[in-house]
């Protein structure tokens, strides 16, 4: 037996008709209580572009035509052109020239420029998170050795090798986590301005989130780390 249709499934398409198509896969998700993939499956099954197209041209059709010169046409004196869904004509776009993998991301990429930063500090700080790690350093006899590169010749090879210390590795990477703070601090910075600068066209949603990040980059509970670098000459025999 057929499993019976969800009645959010038109519901949903009506929340992209009512916005013209100009609303993300999130936000309607978030007015159903439903999650974002299901949102893009059925947008993507039910052809919504494609039925928005079909509203809006049904909707010109059933417009009374004016006396004389029609809006669009050349000859016309003092008519605009038709209005077109200009959401739809981008997006038909991509689809023909972009990789379908990269044309699903942008379906489901946002567009308010808040929710376009949040997800930038998110990657930001799972790249710091994640770099805990890729970069840990075990110990003081933690050394990497690499191989660089290789040249022949008629009768010796020769091999390139890096070698890198425990000390090495972990400057390179304090330097790198730094930098990445930095960045992450300057996002957050940015998502804080501009929250403030419209705080009354915010959602609750985007108000709140900011503090709970906040409160994990800045754990009050951690006490200062005080790191002495020495020379290797001075410190290793």
Same mark, same amino acid.
Request: hydrophobic letters at 30%.
């Given at each position: 037996?057929?499993? #019976? /249709? *969800?009645?959010?499934?038109?519901?949903?398409?009506?929340?992209?008709?009512?916005?013209?198509?100009?609303?993300?896969?999130? @936000?309607?998700?978030?007015?159903?209580?439903?999650?974002?993939?299901?949102?893009?499956?059925?947008?993507?099954?039910?052809?919504?572009?494609?039925?928005?197209?079909?509203? &809006? !041209?049904?909707?010109? @059709?059933?417009? #009374?035509?004016?006396?004389?010169?029609?809006?669009?046409?050349?000859?016309?004196?003092?008519?605009?052109?038709?209005?077109?869904?200009?959401?739809?004509?981008?997006?038909?776009?991509?689809?023909?020239?972009?990789?379908?993998?990269?044309?699903?991301?942008?379906?489901?990429?946002?567009?308010?420029?808040?929710?376009? &930063?949040?997800?930038?500090? !998110?990657?930001?700080?799972?790249?710091?998170? @994640?770099?805990?790690?890729?970069?840990?350093? @075990?110990?003081?006899?933690? *050394?990497?050795?690499?191989?660089?590169?290789?040249?022949?010749?008629?009768?010796?090879?020769?091999? /390139?090798?890096?070698?890198? !210390?425990?000390?090495?590795?972990?400057?390179?990477?304090?330097?790198?986590?730094?930098?990445?703070?930095?960045?992450?601090?300057?996002?957050?910075?940015?998502?804080?301005?501009?929250?403030?600068?419209?705080?009354?066209?915010?959602?609750?949603?985007?108000?709140? /989130?900011?503090?709970?990040?906040?409160?994990?980059?800045?754990?009050?509970?951690?006490?200062?780390?005080?790191?002495?670098?020495?020379?290797?000459?001075?410190?290793?025999?």
């Amino acid at each position: 037996m057929p499993k #019976p /249709r *969800s009645p959010n499934r038109e519901k949903s398409f009506e929340i992209y008709k009512e916005h013209d198509g100009n609303i993300e896969n999130r @936000r309607i998700a978030e007015m159903l209580g439903i999650s974002e993939k299901t949102v893009g499956g059925w947008k993507c099954k039910d052809a919504w572009e494609a039925r928005l197209n079909g509203v &809006l !041209q049904s909707k010109e @059709r059933s417009t #009374p035509k004016e006396k004389g010169g029609q809006p669009g046409n050349k000859n016309a004196v003092g008519h605009g052109a038709p209005e077109r869904n200009n959401n739809a004509e981008k997006h038909g776009l991509f689809r023909k020239y972009l990789p379908e993998e990269t044309f699903s991301i942008i379906e489901q990429m946002p567009t308010d420029p808040l929710d376009i &930063l949040w997800d930038q500090i !998110q990657i930001a700080y799972a790249a710091i998170i @994640r770099a805990q790690s890729i970069m840990y350093v @075990r110990d003081q006899k933690d *050394s990497t050795k690499t191989k660089i590169g290789q040249k022949d010749s008629d009768t010796v090879t020769e091999e /390139r090798w890096e070698v890198q !210390q425990a000390w090495d590795k972990q400057a390179n990477f304090l330097q790198a986590q730094a930098r990445a703070q930095k960045t992450l601090e300057g996002l957050i910075k940015q998502y804080d301005e501009l929250l403030h600068k419209n705080w009354d066209l915010a959602t609750e949603e985007q108000k709140a /989130r900011i503090n709970a990040l906040r409160a994990k980059v800045e754990d009050k509970t951690d006490k200062p780390i005080h790191i002495t670098f020495t020379k290797a000459s001075d410190g290793h025999g």
